[in-house]
């Protein structure tokens, strides 16, 4: 349901403030519940671009009227790092070894699985012009990374792909990491075009289903939905507050370094002087 100003001039106003350069990490609140923290934000006509990461190379576009305010964004714990073995989401020992097993073997093919599904994804996201975490994160709600996840509606693979939609996508083989993640990013940016790239609107189409989100303007009223696209935005915000933070102590530790080769050098003049008396 629309709300509607009392003015014009508060209007002007508010379109004034939305437009306005943001440099610190805000998280904008919907008026369907949901929050999508970002670095910056820029109108554009009726659309609201949220720039995800610092760099400005991920965005996500919402309709500006969509937006029921902003506010200052809390710094949340970041997750284990990639070098933990959980970030990709993987179970740390995997289908077909034991936990009694050679601990050294289970972790050696639990890496190597991992970097083989990052590769799909990286492989499937750049294919179909889409940010990899996205997709990692759609996999991670859909499945949490079970190749062989089958869902009471029938619903199969890492991108949960029901039967129909899969064969209308040329996806023999849902269970074919490969080919579950090339049809499911396919999927998703079909839906992100089909609504102007509205990242809460097609997260709801995915989940859903088209005329779901058609018949109710938006994300429909099922406790499963909101809740499945609130944790894929979270988690896919999380993803790009840690990018930062990383390049933030990559660049502080450059810094550190440079600053105590600087102080640990000796000054110019007194090397000369040293040559000065050696020579004497």
Not at 70 to 80: H, K, Q, T
Not at 229 to 235: A, E, H, N, T, W
């Amino acid at each position: 349901m629309k709300r509607f100003l009392s003015s014009r001039l508060f209007a002007a106003v508010a379109l004034a403030a939305l437009s306005l350069p943001c440099f610190a990490a805000e998280v904008a609140v919907l008026r369907n519940g949901f929050t999508i923290r970002h670095e910056r934000r820029e109108v554009i006509g009726a659309v609201t671009r949220m720039y995800v990461n610092a760099d400005g190379s991920s965005y996500v576009d919402v309709p500006t009227a969509e937006i029921e305010h902003f506010e200052v964004a809390e710094e949340p714990a970041l997750e284990p790092s990639a070098s933990s073995g959980q970030a990709s989401g993987l179970p740390a020992s995997g289908s077909g070894l034991r936990a009694s097993g050679d601990s050294a073997e289970v972790a050696a093919a639990s890496a190597s699985r991992a970097a083989d599904l990052n590769a799909v994804i990286a492989e499937a996201s750049g294919r179909y012009r889409l940010d990899p975490d996205l997709v990692n994160s759609v996999i991670k709600a859909e499945s949490g990374f079970n190749v062989r996840a089958v869902s009471p509606k029938g619903a199969r693979g890492l991108m949960q792909l029901m039967p129909g939609t899969a064969s209308q996508l040329g996806v023999p083989n849902a269970f074919d990491p490969e080919a579950n993640v090339d049809g499911g990013a396919r999927y998703l940016r079909e839906l992100l075009e089909r609504y102007n790239f509205d990242l809460v609107k097609a997260l709801a189409a995915y989940n859903a289903g088209t005329r779901r989100v058609e018949q109710y303007g938006g994300v429909p009223p099922y406790h499963e939905t909101r809740a499945y696209v609130r944790r894929i935005v979270l988690d896919f915000n999380k993803k790009k507050l840690a990018q930062k933070q990383a390049l933030a102590q990559k660049s502080s530790a450059k810094a550190n370094v440079a600053t105590s080769a600087k102080k640990s050098s000796p000054p110019r003049g007194d090397a000369k002087t040293n040559l000065a008396r050696a020579a004497e």
